[in-house]
């Protein structure tokens, strides 16, 4: 009986099973935890408005609760304590506070109390009471939310255009001024060695002549720049002065009031009076600032589109870069190489290479493309602007060509098992029907291995997508000003720095100043890496099943 | 390459001295092709008239003896150590089925992979011996081997299609010679219809080729293979994994293939030689026991092991 219940394989069905219902759990509970706690932070949280025992007044929002250990032992009732988001950091000189909830004698959600979300010291919660027009009161009570959403969009209006004249006009102006200086640079070095072949002739007078009417030109143009970044700071002026002059006071819990300058609010609202229409109105445009605007506040507030998108620029460059290297790899491998020792510890290697810490691509990344090459490439191309680097430092292309190196072996692992899985009579058939090697491998046996190659890209790409280490030394930054594509020529500029989503997380997770305040974004962060990840393996698994569908089932026809 | 394969055929005749002036008057593979096209338009029964007089006039110009296709003189093939032919020698008649027969592991389908050269792609597989295709030695230095393969189609045990559409599949050929988009699709057709399996694709040529039932990928490969214009098909067992409808569909395929083409064909099945051999050879242990007319060698074998497995007493 006993040894029937061992030999009939149950015990093993059960533990099997019950080792994959722990790994969904694990994966589940990873996915589950990220997604709720990423999701939940748009959704306009209830503004609640606890009196104290001691007579006092907070206001804010309930963003956790934990129990507290109970000193000396068991013996005592176990108490609770919630965490609540005071904000007005710039009153309260921290956002969050631990309120035990013995404490506690009433709870109320007053559906006056307003969120002023503020490009700086994060979210302010209060009453509006009063509007100020340069000193004088403008509107009050209910009034003012009538009239501020006009306001912020002028203030919004005022902002993008101050941003594009700082951002765009100045950089226009510095490009300029650093175009004409590196000229002026050339010249110089090329009279130094004019100077010394060409000794006092008549062309060399004549050249020197022309040159020092360039440069004379090119001063003059630096001159002009100059002229006009004065005007335009005075523009800005002008506007920054445009934006000032209005302010809204907020009563505080407790008594006191806030000023707020106007142009430095992004919205305001009134959570505890929404419906739940306006609640999921309120949850897209959200969403949609976070993924479609840059952060501000060193990363805890804002959205985080430059990190989206250089995640995307980097997996698709390294995409475009790995996967003809490592196919044609494998396919001389498999196909033309002879199978002699030297081919075997060929594969050992580039299976191995597989298991090398990330962090030590990135130094070779760093060692070998940005010093080696991009130091060589800034040698022959970019002489003038030396000692600054261009591509000896550095930047996406150089990041992208690391994850590569890094994800070769994966693809060329994927494409051999792809290869050695074109059934034999398939080459023989186009042997038999007179193709020569290289007819039979490009066009039954590298196509017949499409699926398996393209599942070796969508490995490679889930574990470059993830990758953080190797990026913190090839290029990635905190917070880069510019994306690498934009309406500059040459418009792809892949020697310039970049976000990316899982640095992002690990910066904001632990250099953040205020890591309370940074962590729903953290987990929103997270959750879009996730979708980032999903999204390019499901256009990967999504190309692969085309192309299996096409050469193995029936389709209509 | 087109042009190249034909200038290929060309140096080499001029080179082995067999370039002869009747060869001269025509450029073979454009006429082939023109022949072929012909067909295309017009049915398959235009096809023999329009392209017999051509390979007969390359049979009595070459320097083999007239009706012969395949000559083999004393082949030996071992592989490694183990010898899997030994001194065979025999002739194929063209225009006419030839069966091998014989016990599994009697080095027949190493004899028929001899005649287009796949053993070649065996590690280790030596040849000695001398296989004359159309009276030149294949294993002759300097033979193009993809060209004799063009010449001397394969079609192996299992169906096996590519992974590609039913289109695809029968072009592939078509295509290595570099012909045009045009000729590509005449040949296509031409070729699906001599391999009786036009009616049943013809609205789904797009499909993939493996959605085919295992009759239908046969006769796939069947076309694939006729559509490189080949002068002799060899067919490795076609019908072992088929049943039984789909297996009589081939043999009436290649009994109205025979009028284009040599066909030489290895079974297991005797009846399946019976029924469709003009002549049939019996292998046993790496050796050609018998090689007679197909009625005579089933009525009145002359070897005792040839009665003995004819009969089906072992084997």
């Not at chain 1, 176990?78 to 013995?102: C, H, M, P, S, T």
């Not at chain 1, 506007?239 to 008594?255: E, I, M």
């Not at chain 1, 962090?359 to 040698?379: E, H, K, N, Q």
């Not at chain 2, 287009?116 to 294949?138: C, H, K, T």
């Amino acid at each position: 009986m006993n040894r029937g219940f061992w030999r009939s394989g149950d015990p093993l069905v059960w533990t099997a099973a019950g080792a994959l219902a722990l790994c969904l759990i694990m994966l589940f509970g990873l996915v589950g935890l990220v997604a709720f706690r990423g999701l939940a932070y748009f959704w306009p949280a209830e503004l609640v408005q606890l009196e104290l025992a001691d007579g006092s007044l907070v206001v804010g929002q309930v963003t956790g609760r934990e129990r507290i250990p109970a000193p000396g032992g068991t013996g005592a009732a176990a108490r609770g304590r919630i965490q609540l988001k005071v904000g007005n950091r710039d009153v309260y000189g921290l956002d969050f506070r631990w309120i035990e909830e013995d404490l506690i004698t009433g709870w109320s959600a007053p559906p006056e109390l307003a969120v002023v979300e503020r490009l700086e010291q994060g979210d302010a919660y209060g009453v509006p009471v009063r509007l100020l027009q340069d000193g004088e009161v403008a509107a009050q009570g209910d009034e003012i939310l009538e009239r501020l959403p006009a306001m912020l969009a002028e203030a919004a209006a005022l902002r993008r255009e101050l941003r594009r004249l700082e951002r765009d006009v100045v950089g226009d102006i510095n490009r300029r001024i650093e175009a004409a200086r590196l000229a002026l640079v050339r010249l110089e070095r090329q009279a130094g060695g004019g100077a010394a072949s060409l000794q006092g002739v008549d062309p060399h007078q004549e050249a020197a002549a022309r040159g020092q009417e360039a440069a004379a030109r090119h001063r003059e143009a630096i001159a002009r720049a100059q002229a006009q970044y004065e005007q335009v700071l005075q523009e800005i002026a002008a506007l920054r002065r445009q934006l000032s002059g209005r302010t809204l006071v907020l009563a505080l819990a407790g008594g006191s009031e806030l000023s707020v300058d106007v142009a430095s609010i992004v919205r305001i609202y009134r959570p505890n009076a929404m419906s739940p229409g306006e609640k999921l109105g309120f949850y897209a445009a959200k969403l949609w600032e976070f993924l479609s605007s840059e952060p501000r506040e060193s990363n805890t507030e804002g959205g985080i589109f430059p990190a989206l998108f250089g995640t995307v620029l980097l997996v698709l460059i390294m995409t475009v870069a790995v996967v003809p290297i490592g196919v044609l790899a494998a396919v001389y491998l498999k196909e033309y190489a002879r199978d002699g020792w030297f081919t075997r510890a060929l594969w050992i290697a580039i299976r191995n290479l597989a298991g090398v810490p990330s962090i030590v691509f990135g130094i070779f990344g760093l060692g070998f493309f940005i010093y080696g090459v991009g130091g060589s490439i800034d040698r022959a191309f970019f002489p003038e602007r030396l000692p600054a680097p261009t591509f000896g430092t550095g930047g996406i292309l150089w990041a992208s060509l690391t994850l590569a190196l890094l994800t070769l072996p994966v693809v060329i692992v994927a494409t051999e098992e792809g290869l050695a899985a074109v059934p034999r009579a398939a080459r023989e058939a186009s042997y038999a029907l007179g193709a020569t090697r290289f007819e039979t491998v490009w066009k039954v046996v590298v196509p017949g291995a499409m699926p398996g190659i393209l599942t070796g890209v969508i490995l490679g790409i889930a574990r470059a997508t993830g990758e953080v280490a190797p990026l913190m030394m090839t290029g990635v930054v905190k917070l880069a000003s510019e994306l690498p594509v934009d309406g500059l020529f040459p418009f792809i500029h892949l020697e310039r720095k970049f976000m990316h989503l899982g640095f992002f997380i690990y910066d904001l997770g632990f250099q953040s100043p205020n890591v309370e305040a940074a962590r729903p974004m953290l987990f929103a962060t997270a959750f879009t890496l996730l979708a980032v990840v999903l999204v390019l393996n499901g256009a990967g698994i999504g190309l692969r099943n085309r192309i299996r569908a096409r050469i193995e089932k029936a389709g209509p026809g | 390459m087109r042009e190249r394969f034909g200038r290929s055929v060309w140096q080499r005749q001029f080179e082995n001295g067999e370039f002869l002036e009747e060869e001269c008057q025509v450029t073979p593979v454009p006429l082939r092709t023109a022949s072929l096209r012909v067909v295309g338009g017009g049915r398959e029964h235009a096809g023999p008239a329009g392209r017999g007089p051509n390979a007969h006039a390359s049979v009595n110009g070459a320097a083999g003896p007239a009706g012969t296709a395949i000559a083999v003189e004393g082949l030996s093939v071992r592989y490694g150590e183990t010898e899997a032919l030994s001194g065979v020698t025999m002739e194929i008649k063209k225009h006419r089925v030839t069966a091998f027969i014989g016990p599994s592991g009697c080095g027949k389908s190493t004899l028929l992979r001899c005649f287009n050269r796949m053993n070649d792609l065996i590690p280790g597989a030596q040849v000695s011996g001398r296989v004359l295709f159309e009276g030149r030695d294949i294993y002759a230095p300097g033979v193009d081997v993809t060209e004799l393969r063009r010449r001397v189609g394969m079609v192996f045990q299992r169906p096996n299609p590519f992974a590609m559409s039913i289109f695809d599949n029968v072009a592939y050929g078509p295509r290595l010679l570099g012909l045009k988009k045009r000729q590509v699709e005449e040949r296509v057709v031409e070729s699906l219809q001599k391999a009786a399996l036009w009616d049943e694709v013809k609205d789904r040529l797009r499909a993939p080729a493996l959605a085919l039932s295992g009759g239908q990928q046969q006769r796939l490969c069947i076309a694939r293979a006729l559509a490189v214009g080949p002068e002799v098909l060899l067919m490795d067992e076609p019908c072992s994994a088929l049943d039984p409808i789909s297996t009589s569909r081939i043999e009436d395929l290649i009994l109205s293939l025979k009028e284009q083409l040599t066909i030489v064909i290895v079974t297991h099945n005797l009846q399946q030689a019976a029924r469709i051999a003009d002549e049939t050879a019996f292998f046993l242990a790496g050796r050609l026991v018998e090689f007679e007319e197909t009625a005579i060698l089933f009525a009145r074998p002359v070897h005792p092991e040839t009665e003995r497995y004819v009969t089906g007493r072992f084997g």
